[in-house]
Every structure is written in structure tokens, then in C-alpha cells.
């Protein structure tokens, strides 16, 4: 059987990630290690508390020879739009998770609103990327 364990970001300074992964969002670090053996290169991951089998990997822009300076540079224009991918967020209520997230310093894009799909909001972290904070309706979810 194939599952997925973890999905990539881009991040711009992955302490500043930490630092929002965990104290804003609360979540959980699962790993930080850097090899030495391979120029330093930092493997940073994190993961919702009590969701053990899936991780966010908090991924620096690389450089040459991995990453030539336009294709970074794409990266980082699509990373300023908001347009380099999306995380989606369930939870059982979004207005306490949306207040609690703001009472932490998560910036909205977008407040609660009601969708045909449920409650809907939208923010995004330090260096861009885009998230949905969703309360999907039971029909939705079953469906």
C-alpha cells in the first residue's frame, strides 16, 4: 500500500517557518537535522499534534547547482502571490480556531464565510504560502 507522509513548502527562512509552524499554528516538530555531508542541507519537517503520520517539509529555496537563480527566483514570485501551492486545514469550528489562530498572530486573508462546502477562511505564513481553514459541512465530508 502506498500513503502519502509528507508534503513540501517552499519557505523563505526556515527558522522563521519554525517559529510560525509551531507557535502560531501549534504545531509539532518531527524533524530537524542538518548533514553536514551534503553542504549543510537542513531537513526540517513538522505536523499537526495527534496526526503522527503526516509531515510538512519546511524546504529553503536551494541554490545552484540544484536550483538555478531564475527557476529560484520563480519561485519566490510565485511564493509573494500566494500562488506556490495550498494547505487545507479542517476543523470541527472554524470561528474558535480562526480566533484562537489571531489570538496567536495569524494574519487572515479572508474571515469566516459560509460556502456551499462549509465555513471557509484564508491565511498565509511568512513567506507566502497559501492555507484554508475549513469546517466542511457533514454532507460534504461524507459525500
Known amino acids: 500500500m502506498i500513503s502519502i507522509s509528507c508534503a513540501q ?6 527558522d522563521e517557518a519554525l517559529a510560525f509552524y509551531t507557535d502560531k499554528l501549534g ?3 518531527r524533524a530537524d537535522v542538518t548533514l553536514p555531508e551534503m553542504g549543510d542541507f537542513r531537513w526540517l519537517t513538522v505536523g499537526p499534534a495527534g496526526q503522527d503520520d503526516f509531515a510538512i517539509v519546511l524546504m529553503a529555496i536551494p541554490g545552484e547547482p540544484v536550483m538555478d537563480a531564475e527557476s529560484a527566483g520563480q519561485v519566490r ?3 509573494a502571490k500566494g500562488f506556490a501551492g495550498t494547505v487545507f486545514l ?3 469550528d472554524v470561528h474558535a480556531s480562526y ?4 489570538a496567536r498572530g495569524v ?3 479572508e474571515t469566516p464565510e459560509d460556502r456551499p ?3 471557509d477562511s484564508g491565511f498565509r505564513d511568512p513567506s507566502g504560502n497559501s492555507f484554508r481553514l475549513t469546517q466542511v459541512r457533514q454532507e ?3 459525500n
Do not use: K, P, S
Not at 9 to 14: A, C, F, I, S
Open 117 to 119: 462546502y462549509g465555513i
Open 77 to 79: 514570485t510565485l511564493m
Open 27 to 29: 504545531m509539532e516538530v
Open 99 to 102: 480566533a484562537e489562530l489571531r
Open 107 to 109: 494574519e487572515f486573508t
Open 9 to 14: 513548502l517552499w519557505v523563505h527562512d526556515q
Open 140 to 142: 460534504v465530508a461524507t
Open 90 to 92: 479542517t476543523t470541527d
